[in-house]
Nanobody, 122 residues
C-alpha cells in the first residue's frame, strides 16, 4: 500500500506564493509519474502540472510561467511552487502518482492525495 500526504495549502493574497508538497511512502519501487490537479467548486478536476520519471514537465496554459513542478526522488516527494497567484487559482489541489511496487512486475498503480485547499483572496 502507498500513502500520500499533502501539505502547504492555505490562504494567499493575489500576487503571493505558496508551495505545495506531496510525500509518498509505503511499498514503492519506482515512481513513473507525479502530477498536480485541482478542482474548483462546480468544476471538473483539471491538470495543473505533471512530471515524468524522465523529468519531462507539462503545464496547463493557465499556470505556465507562474507555477513550477519539481520532485525529490530521494524523499519520494513532488512539489508545486506557485507564484503570482490569482483568485482563479482557488481550488482544492490533489497530487497523483503512478508507481510500481516490484522490480519484477511492471504493473503501475495510481494513487491520489487527500487534497489541500488553496484560497487566493485579498
Amino acid at each position: 500500500q502507498v500513502q500520500l500526504v499533502e501539505s502547504g495549502g492555505g490562504l494567499a493574497q493575489p500576487g503571493g506564493s505558496l508551495r505545495l508538497s506531496c510525500a509518498a511512502s509505503g511499498s514503492i519501487f519506482s515512481i513513473k509519474y507525479m502530477g498536480w490537479y485541482r478542482q474548483a467548486p462546480g468544476k471538473q478536476r483539471e491538470l495543473v502540472a505533471e512530471i515524468t520519471s524522465g523529468d519531462t514537465t507539462n503545464y496547463a496554459d493557465s499556470v505556465k510561467g507562474r507555477f513550477t513542478i519539481f520532485r525529490d526522488n530521494v524523499k519520494n516527494t513532488v512539489y508545486l511552487q506557485m507564484n503570482s497567484l490569482k483568485p482563479e487559482d482557488t481550488a482544492v489541489y490533489y497530487c497523483k502518482l503512478l508507481v510500481t511496487t516490484s522490480p519484477i512486475r511492471t504493473n503501475t498503480y495510481q494513487y491520489w492525495g487527500q487534497g489541500t485547499q488553496v484560497t487566493v483572496s485579498s
